[in-house]
């Protein structure tokens, strides 16, 4: 059965700490992402990657950077961490003709 | 990017056939139409997919009209279980593209 894995399920950070979200997947699918989930917003995609290295953002991107230096490894950065920034986050990865594989999601407090 | 619209929320007896509609008025050639379940606390799971007429699998069914405009996902003898949220999805499945996922439908389940 596809996996994919988020490092962690819950992460309490403090206001202005650089925060790493780890997702691995082990389908060898090129693309992944990475969306956050907020009551009353649906899914909102903060970046996307379609190879390793490769980056693009998607519709809300700002106060986050990403990291892809394996295929197998989409890595989410806070850079510095606010408490607007606190959300469930949710990492998928896409084969695609197949649809997404997501996680189970790192539901974020920065307090 | 094609854009879809669905009821913010619908209730349904334990029992009932459910047949949620989602409206793509401006869904491209190559666009694919995509569903998916979501549970409290949980990343959304893939159910179906289909491009135009009828799709069923062993959890649901997708029709498709022909003008492709809508598409309704039908989910036979609902239970307690079926309780989620369901995100109606339209992108091209050949080639990578951001997907927004919107807010979905939050089908209730009722005993």
């Known amino acids: 059965d596809v996996k994919v894995t988020q490092s962690s399920r819950y992460l309490v950070k403090r206001t202005g700490e650089k925060v790493f979200l780890e997702c691995v997947q082990d389908m060898d699918h090129e693309n992944m992402f990475w969306y956050r989930q907020d009551p009353g917003l649906g899914l909102r995609l903060i970046y996307f990657s379609y190879d390793v290295k490769m980056k693009e953002k998607g519709d809300i991107p700002e106060g986050y950077s990403v990291s892809r230096e394996k295929k197998e490894r989409f890595s989410l950065i806070l850079e510095s961490a606010s408490t607007n920034q606190t959300s469930m986050y949710l990492c998928?990865?896409?084969?695609?003709?197949?649809?997404?594989?997501f996680g189970s999601g790192t539901r974020l407090t920065v307090v | 990017l094609a854009k879809t619209t669905q009821p913010i929320s619908m209730d349904s007896y334990e029992g009932q056939e459910v047949n949620i509609t989602c409206s793509h008025n401006n869904i491209a050639t190559n666009d694919y139409i995509t569903w998916y379940q979501q549970f409290p606390s949980q990343g959304p799971r893939f159910i179906i997919q289909g491009y135009k007429t009828k799709v069923t699998n062993e959890v649901a069914s997708l029709f498709i009209p022909a003008d492709r405009k809508s598409s309704t996902l039908s989910l036979p003898r609902v239970s307690l279980s079926d309780t989620a949220v369901y995100y109606c999805l339209v992108g091209d499945i050949v080639s990578y593209q951001k997907v927004t996922f919107g807010t979905g439908t939050k089908l209730q389940v009722i005993p």
């Open positions: 998928a990865a896409e084969r695609l003709g197949w649809g997404y594989t």
